[in-house]
T-cell receptor
Framework: GIQVEQSPPDLILQEGANSTLRCNFS?????LQWFHQNPWGQLINLFY???GTKQNGRLSATTVATERYSLLYISSSQTTDSGVYFC???????????FGKGTRLSVIA | DGGITQSPKYLFRKEGQNVTLSCEQN?????MYWYRQDPGQGLRLIYY???????QKGDIAEGYSVSREKKESFPLTVTSAQKNPTAFYLC??????????????FGPGTRLTVL
């Protein structure tokens, strides 16, 4: 099956710093989503981005489908950005998502 | 308010008992999914259903069972055959339309602990 690798596994930032999270996947996909898991476990949808670039406030994402990777950018990080960020991909149609192991982000004041 | 609800939020089970986790959605989505998350790990697929009265096993279906009698409901039963059921369980749903791909949305989760 498809493999999803996220890097780095852990990241500690000072408040106000910028960061880039990476997601590599092993095969072509037609669904790619980024999630933020909050301290209560809820998965918050950040981006649905099987290709191209999107921006939402301080967050943006880029997926280069032909090279099988996606990047999540967080600018001017805040303590509320702390948590685990997951990348998940789907092969075709409405096949279930395959998740990476996540990047644990800690933003310190 | 449209969304996905899961109940209960916390569940404690004695060894040897079956328990059922509820998942309901009012988004009019066709597909529903159950995932399991262990500490420090990503999510793994247990079962999914793309239409009423039909469902498929995921990667870790052993020890679990599901039903899909209504479009809006997809309950998961954790049976006594599941050897290590303590985990966080997440339900999701999405639209189905041909081979197109649509965004999946998740409920708040149920945390199951076996005593």
């Amino acid at each position: 099956g498809i493999q999803v690798e996220q890097s780095p596994p852990d990241l500690i930032l000072q408040e106000g710093a910028n960061s880039t999270l990476r997601c590599n996947f092993s095969d072509s996909v037609n669904n790619l989503q980024w999630f933020h898991q909050n301290p209560w476990g809820q998965l918050i949808n950040l981006f649905y981005i099987p290709s191209g670039t999107k921006q939402n406030g301080r967050l943006s994402a880029t997926t280069v489908a032909t090279e099988r990777y996606s990047l999540l950018y967080i600018s001017s990080s805040q303590t509320t950005d702390s948590g685990v960020y997951f990348c998940a991909v789907g092969r075709s149609g409405n096949t279930p998502l395959v998740f990476g192991k996540g990047t644990r982000l800690s933003v310190i004041a | 308010d449209g969304g996905i609800t899961q109940s209960p939020k916390y569940l404690f089970r004695k060894e040897g008992q079956n328990v059922t986790l509820s998942c309901e959605q009012n988004l009019n989505h066709d597909a529903m999914y159950w995932y399991r998350q262990d500490p420090g790990q990503g999510l793994r697929l247990i079962y999914y259903s793309q239409i009423v009265n039909d469902f498929q096993k995921g990667d870790i279906a052993e020890g679990y069972s599901v039903s899909r009698e209504k479009k809006e409901s997809f309950p998961l039963t954790v049976t006594s055959a599941q050897k290590n059921p303590t985990a966080f369980y997440l339900c999701a749903s999405s639209i189905v339309s041909g081979r197109a791909s649509y965004e999946q949305f998740f409920g708040p989760g149920t945390r199951l602990t076996v005593l």
